[in-house]
C-alpha cells in the first residue's frame, strides 16, 4: 500500500524521502516550489543522486509533486493564466528530474466570470500544458470544496473538463476526502459514493488520495482539514474508505494538521487497520 504525508523539501529531496520512510511511508507528497509564489529551489545533482538510491533501495513511491497554490490556469487576467502555464511547464521539467509520477494542480477560481467562461479558459489552458508532460508523468487536478468562486468543486465539471480538452491521456483527477465532503460527497459511504463516481467520472482517471478529515459538516463547502478521526467523517467513516478495493493501489497523502510525529502515527495507525483486514502482513 502507498501511503504517506505531505514532506517539506527544505533540506532536498533526499531529506525528504529520508524523513518520510523513518515514519514508515512509501510515498510522499512535496510542493514544486514555494506554494505561495517565488522561486524554484536549484536541483543539485548529489541530491538527485542520493534520492534515486534512496527510492531504489527501499522501493519507495511513486510519489508525488503539488505545484503552488498562486496558479489560476481560469483567471480573467491573461497575464495570471501564462505565469499559471509557464511554471507549470517548467515544473514538468524540475519534476522528472526530481521523479515525481504525479503533478497535481488546483483548477483555481473564475473570479466572477462564472462557471462555463471558467471551465473554457481552464481547457483553452490544459491544451497548452499537456503537450509539455513528460512520459511516466501525470496532471492531476484536484476536485475542491467548491468555496466562492472556485473551479472543480464536483466530479461532473472536472470530467467535463477532461471531456473537452484535446489530449487528456496525460490528465487525471487527485480526490481530497476533505474536498469531496465539504462540496457535499459523503465520503463515508465510500462504496455508495465510488459507485456515484464511477458513473460520473472515469474512474481509471483517479490517480491519488489525500485523505484529510473534515473540520466542518457535509456540504459546508469550507476547506478546513482535521486529522484522521477528528473530524466530521471520522474513524469509521476512513474505515470504510482505507478498506475498499478501490484505493489499494494509488498514493495516499496525509495533509493533516500534524508534524512528522504526528503523521507517523496517523500511518501507524492505519496500517493496523490494513493488517486487521489482511490488506497487509
Ligand atoms: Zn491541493
Redesign the pocket.
Known sequence: MLIGAHMSIGKGLSKAIEAALNIHSTTMQIFTRNPRGGKAKKIEIKDMEDSRRLIIENNFGPWVA?APYTINLCSAKPDIREFGINTIIEDFTRMKTMGARFL?I?SGSHGGQGQVRGEELMVESLNRLLPHCPDNMFLLI?LMAGQGTELGGSLEQVQRIMDKVEDNKKLGV?L?TCHLFAAGYDVRRWDNFWHELSNMIDKNKVKVL?LNDSKFPLGSKKDRHSSIGQGEIGVEGFKEILLHPSIQNMPIILETPNDLAGWGEEIKMIRNWWKEAGIID
Open positions: 503539488h497535481v488546483h484536484e487527485c481530497d489525500h
